[in-house]
C-alpha cells in the first residue's frame, strides 16, 4: 500500500509547534502500527512540509521553519494540513495576506485532497471558500471574527473536531493543542484506530471528547461604539449578583426596555440575559479554579439562588458539570495547602 501524501502548510505566520508536531507525529506513527494494521512495505504517512516558498521561513514567533517544497512544486496531494497561525490580533485574521496559497488550498482539494485545518489555521482555509455550508471548528477565540467574515460556515465553535463535506473531504481541530485530536483522527482512518490508540498512549494525547467549550474565555466586544450599551456592561461586571440584572441594566442606561435589548444585542451580539449568563459562568469557572468555595457557595457569589439552575447552567455551557471543571482546571498545589497564586504573593 502506498504511503498517504501529507502535505502540511507552513506560512510567514504559522506557529512552530503545530507545524513541528503534526510532522513528528505522522512520520513517527509507522513505528507504533499495530499488528492487525499492518505490517506495511512503508511508512504510513510521506509527510512534507511545503510553503509559498521552498527553503526556511521566519515564523510567527520568529523560529524558523524549513519548506521541503513550495506550493508550486505539489501538483497533487492526498492531505493538505493549515496549522495554527498568529493569533496576535485576538482571533481575528487580515483575509489577502496569501492568495497564491489560497487558490493552492482549494485546487487541491478540487484534485481529491482531504483538507485539514488546526487552531485559527482556520481562518486560512475559510478564505478559500471551502468550508460555506460545511461545519467546521477552530480556535473559540476566532468565533466571532470567522462569523464576521465568513457567515456561510457552519461553525461548531464547542467542538475540538468537525469532519464535513462530502466524502470527510474537510477536517477542522479546534484551539491550540487540539491538532492532537486532528493528528489522531488522520491515523484511525487512514491507518487504523489500533494504531490511534497507541499513538496516544505513547505521547499522552487526550481526545477532547468533551470539546473546547470549558476551554472558552468570554471577552465580550467593548469597542462597537454604543456609550449607553459600554457603560451598561461595566456596571454588570460590577454588579454580576444583581436581582433581574436585565431589568437593572436597562435602567441604569436610561434607555426603554425594547431599545435597550436591541441595541445590547446589536453591540455586543448577545442578548442580555445570555449575556449575563455568559459573565456569571465566566466569574464562577475563575472561582472554582482559584477557591476552596463550595459549588453552592459560588453559585450565591455569581447571582444564583438555587444552586441546581446554576449546575444546570454551568454544564449547558462549558459541556462539563461544576465538580467536573474544578477536577480539570484546579491549579496545582506545590505543598498540599496553597494554590499556586497564593504562593507567588509570598
Same mark, same amino acid.
Given at each position: 500500500?502506498?504511503?498517504?501524501?501529507?502535505?502540511?502548510?507552513?506560512?510567514?505566520?504559522?506557529?512552530?509547534?503545530?507545524?513541528?508536531?503534526?510532522?513528528?507525529?505522522?512520520?513517527?506513527?509507522?513505528?507504533?502500527?499495530?499488528?492487525?494494521?499492518?505490517?506495511?512495505?512503508?511508512?504510513?504517512?510521506?509527510?512534507?512540509?511545503?510553503?509559498?516558498?521552498?527553503?526556511?521561513?521566519?515564523?510567527?514567533?520568529?523560529?524558523?521553519?524549513?519548506?521541503?517544497?513550495?506550493?508550486?512544486?505539489?501538483?497533487?496531494?492526498?492531505?493538505?494540513?493549515?496549522?495554527?497561525?498568529?493569533?496576535?490580533?485576538?482571533?481575528?485574521?487580515?483575509?489577502?495576506?496569501?492568495?497564491?496559497?489560497?487558490?493552492?488550498?482549494?485546487?487541491?482539494?478540487?484534485?481529491?485532497?482531504?483538507?485539514?485545518?488546526?487552531?485559527?489555521?482556520?481562518?486560512?482555509?475559510?478564505?478559500?471558500?471551502?468550508?460555506?455550508?460545511?461545519?467546521?471548528?477552530?480556535?473559540?477565540?476566532?468565533?466571532?471574527?470567522?462569523?464576521?467574515?465568513?457567515?456561510?460556515?457552519?461553525?461548531?465553535?464547542?467542538?475540538?473536531?468537525?469532519?464535513?463535506?462530502?466524502?470527510?473531504?474537510?477536517?477542522?481541530?479546534?484551539?491550540?493543542?487540539?491538532?492532537?485530536?486532528?493528528?489522531?483522527?488522520?491515523?484511525?482512518?487512514?491507518?487504523?484506530?489500533?494504531?490511534?490508540?497507541?499513538?496516544?498512549?505513547?505521547?499522552?494525547?487526550?481526545?477532547?471528547?468533551?470539546?473546547?467549550?470549558?476551554?472558552?474565555?468570554?471577552?465580550?466586544?467593548?469597542?462597537?461604539?454604543?456609550?449607553?450599551?459600554?457603560?451598561?456592561?461595566?456596571?454588570?461586571?460590577?454588579?454580576?449578583?444583581?436581582?433581574?440584572?436585565?431589568?437593572?441594566?436597562?435602567?441604569?442606561?436610561?434607555?426603554?426596555?425594547?431599545? @435597550?435589548? /436591541?441595541? %445590547? !444585542?446589536?453591540? +455586543?451580539?448577545?442578548?442580555?440575559?445570555? #449575556?449575563?449568563? =455568559?459573565? $456569571?459562568?465566566? &466569574?464562577?469557572?475563575?472561582?472554582?479554579?482559584?477557591?476552596?468555595?463550595?459549588?453552592?457557595?459560588?453559585?450565591?457569589?455569581?447571582?444564583?439562588?438555587?444552586?441546581?439552575? @446554576?449546575? /444546570?447552567? %454551568? !454544564?449547558?455551557? +462549558?459541556?462539563?458539570?461544576?465538580?467536573? #471543571?474544578?477536577? =480539570?482546571? $484546579?491549579?496545582? &498545589?506545590?505543598?498540599?495547602?496553597?494554590?499556586?497564586?497564593?504562593?507567588?504573593?509570598?
Amino acid at each position: 500500500m502506498p504511503p498517504v501524501r501529507v502535505s502540511i502548510l507552513a506560512t510567514p505566520d504559522s506557529l512552530v509547534y503545530p507545524v513541528s508536531g503534526m510532522f513528528e507525529v505522522l512520520t513517527w506513527v509507522g513505528t507504533l502500527v499495530a499488528d492487525d494494521e499492518g505490517p506495511r512495505d512503508s511508512p504510513p504517512f510521506e509527510v512534507e512540509i511545503v510553503g509559498p516558498a521552498a527553503g526556511p521561513m521566519p515564523s510567527a514567533s520568529g523560529l524558523p521553519i524549513v519548506a521541503h517544497r513550495s506550493i508550486d512544486e505539489v501538483a497533487e496531494t492526498d492531505i493538505v494540513i493549515v496549522p495554527s497561525v498568529d493569533m496576535s490580533t485576538k482571533g481575528d485574521w487580515v483575509p489577502g495576506r496569501y492568495p497564491r496559497v489560497v487558490a493552492w488550498i482549494r485546487g487541491m482539494h478540487e484534485g481529491g485532497a482531504t483538507i485539514c485545518s488546526a487552531c485559527s489555521g482556520g481562518m486560512l482555509t475559510a478564505e478559500s471558500g471551502l468550508l460555506d455550508g460545511h461545519e467546521a471548528t477552530m480556535h473559540w477565540a476566532s468565533e466571532a471574527a470567522c462569523r464576521r467574515r465568513h457567515p456561510g460556515v457552519r461553525l461548531r465553535i464547542d467542538e475540538a473536531l468537525v469532519v464535513s463535506g462530502e466524502g470527510g473531504r474537510l477536517v477542522t481541530s479546534g484551539a491550540s493543542t487540539a491538532w492532537h485530536d486532528l493528528a489522531l483522527y488522520l491515523v484511525a482512518r487512514y491507518v487504523g484506530p489500533a494504531t490511534a490508540s497507541a499513538v496516544a498512549h505513547f505521547q499522552l494525547f487526550q481526545w477532547h471528547r468533551d470539546g473546547q467549550a470549558a476551554f472558552g474565555v468570554f471577552h465580550p466586544p467593548t469597542d462597537h461604539g454604543d456609550a449607553a450599551i459600554a457603560a451598561s456592561q461595566r456596571w454588570i461586571a460590577d454588579n454580576i449578583a444583581v436581582a433581574n440584572p436585565v431589568e437593572q441594566m436597562a435602567e441604569q442606561s436610561g434607555l426603554p426596555a425594547r431599545t @435597550f435589548k /436591541r441595541r %445590547f !444585542k446589536a453591540a +455586543t451580539e448577545h442578548a442580555p440575559i445570555a #449575556y449575563v449568563q =455568559r459573565l $456569571r459562568v465566566e &466569574r464562577a469557572k475563575r472561582r472554582l479554579e482559584h477557591s476552596d468555595d463550595s459549588i453552592e457557595e459560588i453559585s450565591w457569589e455569581v447571582g444564583y439562588e438555587d444552586p441546581a439552575s @446554576f449546575r /444546570r447552567l %454551568f !454544564k449547558r455551557l +462549558t459541556g462539563l458539570t461544576a465538580g467536573e #471543571y474544578r477536577r =480539570r482546571f $484546579r491549579l496545582p &498545589r506545590a505543598d498540599g495547602r496553597a494554590p499556586w497564586p497564593e504562593l507567588l504573593r509570598r
